[in-house]
């Protein structure tokens, strides 16, 4: 079975703080996703990387990087956390371009 | 510019009856692929179909069905004889061939009651 994890399931970080959220899949998947989720808006790309050392940006990537140095691994990073990037944070990743793609159980990020 | 619009909040049924959870998509690429998943309470997101925008035959899985339709842009799925533990948010997607941005919708939270 793919197996995507998530660093964390639970994370309070302070205002300026910096934070990473990683994510490790263990199957070869070129494609990796990061997402939040919030009540009423779905799931929304922050950002996703197709290969090491690419990334491209989502539809949200404003206050976020990422990091690819390898493969399985994607890392999720907030510059200088602030309250309105607390949220449910998704990891996905899959095979190749039109693969279903794997959740990882999701890292909750509180922000006080 | 790609989008997904699921323009049902909530439903609710009675165990038994049938559901209908509709996805609409827009995109300008020729080649793209529908995807929907199922996030039960637990909260880990569940695939459940995938469909390319070359194959447009409607597809059946136990109680579960899909309807692709590129007319309407539209991949909308049913549920049969809906049961309690289809109770979930049902999210549709889309990914362009073109870019491998998979976007998703708002999703479709389904609660059935006994």
Known sequence: DVKVTQSSRYLVKRTGEKVFLECVQDMDHENMF??????????????FSYDVKM?????????????????????????????????????????????????????????? | AQKVTQAQTEISVVEKEDVTLDCVYETRDTTYYLFWYKQPPSGELVFLIRRN????????????????????????????????????????????????????????????FP
């Open chain 1, 55 to 112: 990334k491209e940006k989502g539809d949200i990537p404003e206050g976020y990087s990422v990091s690819r140095e390898k493969k399985e691994r994607f890392s999720l990073i907030l510059e200088s956390a602030s309250t309105n990037q607390t949220s449910m944070y998704l990891c996905a990743s899959s095979l190749a371009t039109g693969a279903e793609a794997f959740f990882g159980q999701g890292t909750r990020l509180t922000v006080v």
């Open chain 2, 53 to 112: 925008s070359f194959d447009e035959q409607n597809e059946i899985s136990g109680r579960y069905s899909w309807n692709f339709q590129k007319s309407t842009s539209s991949f909308n799925f049913t549920i049969t004889a809906s049961q309690v533990v289809d109770s979930a948010v049902y999210f549709c997607a889309l990914l362009s061939y073109n870019t491998d941005k998979l976007i998703f919708g708002t999703g479709t939270r389904l609660q059935v």
């Open chain 1, 34 to 47: 990061w997402y939040r989720q919030d009540p009423g808006l779905g799931l929304r790309l922050i950002y």
